[in-house]
């Protein structure tokens, strides 16, 4: 069965990083965008960073310049480098795989909680 397993979250200090990592199983992982989004308590889910199957990146307003998302289709990874992290970064951060043609089929991860503080 398809599966995303995120890894690398934790607990960091304000102005570090974290690496995160989700590997895919099951889909032909360069048929996929894939996503980074996160969810802190009480808030809405959002969409932190894209990559395309092409490798063209999107990034929201609140990460351009610290985060970094990369994709390695032979290992069937994606990754986050988030740099800089503050403590409004604290989320849980959930890896989100989306195939654009064909049937419309999209899996998620079950999440890695990235919390930042003192």
């Known amino acids: 069965q398809v599966q995303l397993v995120e890894s690398g979250g934790g607990l960091v200090q304000p102005g570090g990083s974290l690496r995160l990592s989700c590997a895919a199983s099951?889909?032909?992982?360069?048929?996929?965008?894939m996503d980074w989004y996160r969810q802190a308590p009480g808030k809405q889910r959002e969409l932190v960073a894209t990559?395309?199957?092409?490798?063209?990146?999107n990034y929201a307003d609140s990460v351009k310049g610290r985060f970094t998302i990369s994709r390695d289709n032979a290992k069937n990874t994606v990754y986050l480098q988030m740099n800089s992290l503050k403590p409004e970064d604290t989320a849980v951060y959930y890896c989100?795989?989306?195939?654009?043609?064909?049937?419309?089929?999209?899996?998620w991860g079950l999440g890695t909680q990235v919390t930042v503080s003192s």
């Open positions: 989100h795989a989306d195939r654009p043609w064909g049937p419309k089929t999209n899996y």
């Open positions: 099951a889909i032909i992982f360069g048929n996929y965008v």
């Open positions: 990559i395309t199957i092409g490798g063209n990146t």
